[in-house]
């Protein structure tokens, strides 16, 4: 099993571009999550998708889109970017049921 | 809504002494309270984890505690080695069953 994957590692946008990190995980979890995480913080939960088909907000939602394409896949979209979403952006999957969360390697952000 | 204060932010030890970590939290009705260590550059990682229905939960030279009645939990890690450093999170289960984060720990273990 590969577990959680993420595209792409790194990434340089300008400000006002747009673009999708895309998150796939092998586990059959129910559950997926997109976080970002800023230097000297923790964790802040962008959406998460509780089953196929469902999508919430979570902390830190402005400026962010998704989409759970199915139950393997759930993207993360960016429509105009600016230099505040510079960031590393995490994607977790879970169980259905189970709170242990499993985390992809990170995706680094740079809007200038 | 829940809220996580962890400290202290960083933390200095000699290897082979002990290391703890302290996390509060807001809201009684929480029952689960995972740590996670991230190394430099990777991903967050589960350590381990406590539910409300016990007080203290061991694995290896890794340790929480859970105090339920004064809202807080605290990570042990006893004789550290230097594959020990790393930042270290605690989070809690909030009642729509999402983890809220700690700030982190940055553990140094001084050779």
């Known amino acids: 099993n590969a577990g959680v994957t993420q595209t792409p590692k790194f990434q340089v946008l300008k400000t006002g571009q747009s673009m999708t990190l895309q998150c796939a995980q092998d586990?059959?979890?129910?559950?997926m999550y997109w976080y970002r995480q800023d230097p000297g913080m923790g964790l802040r939960l962008i959406y998460y998708?509780?089953?196929?088909?469902?999508?919430d907000k979570g902390e830190v939602p402005n400026g962010y889109n998704v989409s759970r394409l199915n139950k393997r896949e759930f993207s993360l979209r960016l429509e105009s970017a600016a230099p505040s979403q510079t960031s590393v952006y995490f994607c977790?999957?879970?169980?259905?049921?189970?709170?242990?969360?499993?985390f992809g390697p990170g995706t680094r952000l740079l809007v200038l | 809504g829940e809220n996580v204060e962890q400290h202290p932010s960083t933390l200095s030890v000699q290897e082979g002494d002990s290391a703890v970590i302290k996390c509060t939290y807001s809201?009684?009705?929480?029952?689960?309270f995972p740590w996670y260590k991230q190394e430099l550059g990777k991903r967050p990682q589960l350590i381990i984890d406590?539910?409300?229905n016990v007080g203290e939960k061991k694995d290896q030279r890794i340790a929480v505690t859970l105090n339920k009645t004064a809202k807080h939990f605290s990570l042990h890690i006893t004789e550290t080695q230097p594959e020990d450093s790393a930042v270290y999170f605690c989070?809690?289960?909030?009642?729509?069953?999402?983890?809220?984060w700690g700030a982190g720990t940055k553990l140094i273990i001084k050779p």
């Open positions: 586990m059959n979890h129910n559950s």
């Open positions: 977790a999957s879970s169980p259905q049921g189970q709170e242990t969360q499993y």
């Open positions: 809201d009684s009705a929480s029952n689960y």
């Open positions: 998708s509780a089953s196929e088909g469902t999508t």
């Open positions: 406590i539910r409300s």
């Open positions: 989070a809690v289960q909030d009642s729509n069953y999402q983890l809220i």
